[in-house]
């Protein structure tokens, strides 16, 4: 069957480090992968998108990677922050398979809280 | 600003009730979508509209119905035959590139 998973349902860390967040998925071949934060009882807000032949994405702190051949994508904060508390999720965009674009695979997300 | 808005912000139904969420949205994009997110859950894709007049059914469309007679406008209706409808509804439209603008959300609750 078609999967998407993030490993962690949670990640705790200390201020300063480097959170990485995984995802991995089984049976697709998305021609992107994109992720978003979500604060409690808000919308997700997107924040990166990476396109399968890219290796690597950059923004500011934030650092995505793709890994087509081990299905996988990691993303990273650097020097993280209090602020960067939310839940991130991860969603697989399978245009080449004909689907609606915008027509999005969401993993369950990764809820990383960050401690002074 | 442009930006998506649901409404109401906390909703609650009682058995056999109809309620619709609304969605409205000024930044004039075509695409618009219906997910629901379910506590621990992935958001999953209920309805979604590529142009005015015409929507197709996501994953999980059954026990709703949805209309876009207006750009701006997308609204769902969570039906009776929904049994199981608690859940944060939540309202997207599509920005060039392919990414999703969302809306704040609807928390619907069972009374």
């Known amino acids: 069957s078609q999967k998407i998973e993030q490993n962690s349902e949670a990640l705790n860390i200390q201020e300063g480090k480097t959170a990485t967040l995984t995802c991995n998925y089984t049976?697709?071949?998305?021609?992107?992968l994109q992720w978003y934060r979500q604060d409690p009882g808000r919308g997700p807000v997107f924040l990166l998108l990476?396109?399968?032949?890219?290796k690597e994405k950059r923004k500011e702190r934030l650092k995505v990677t793709f890994d087509t051949t081990l299905k996988q994508s990691l993303f990273h904060i650097t020097a993280s922050q209090p602020a960067d508390s939310a839940t991130y999720l991860c969603?697989?965009?399978?245009?080449?398979?004909?689907?609606?674009?915008?027509?999005?695979?969401f993993g369950k997300g990764t809820k990383l809280s960050v401690k002074p | 600003d442009g930006g998506i808005t649901q409404s109401p912000k906390y909703l609650f139904r009682k058995e056999g009730q109809n309620v619709t969420l609304s969605c409205e949205q000024n930044?004039?994009?075509?695409?618009m979508y219906w997910y629901r997110q379910d506590p621990g859950q992935g958001l999953r894709l209920i309805y979604y509209?590529?142009?005015?007049?015409?929507?197709q059914k996501g994953d999980i469309a059954e026990g709703y119905s949805v209309s876009r007679e207006k750009k701006e406008s997308f609204p769902l209706t969570v039906t009776s035959a929904q049994k199981n409808p608690t859940a944060f509804y939540l309202c997207?439209?599509?920005?060039?590139?392919?990414?999703?603008?969302f809306g704040s959300g609807t928390q619907l609750s069972v009374l």
């Open positions: 969603a697989l965009d399978l245009m080449n398979y004909g689907g609606s674009q915008g027509n999005l695979i």
């Open positions: 049976n697709y071949s998305p021609a992107y």
């Open positions: 990476i396109r399968e032949n890219e």
């Open positions: 930044l004039n994009h075509d695409a």
């Open positions: 509209s590529q142009i005015v007049n015409d929507f």
């Open positions: 997207a439209s599509l920005r060039r590139g392919g990414k999703l603008f």
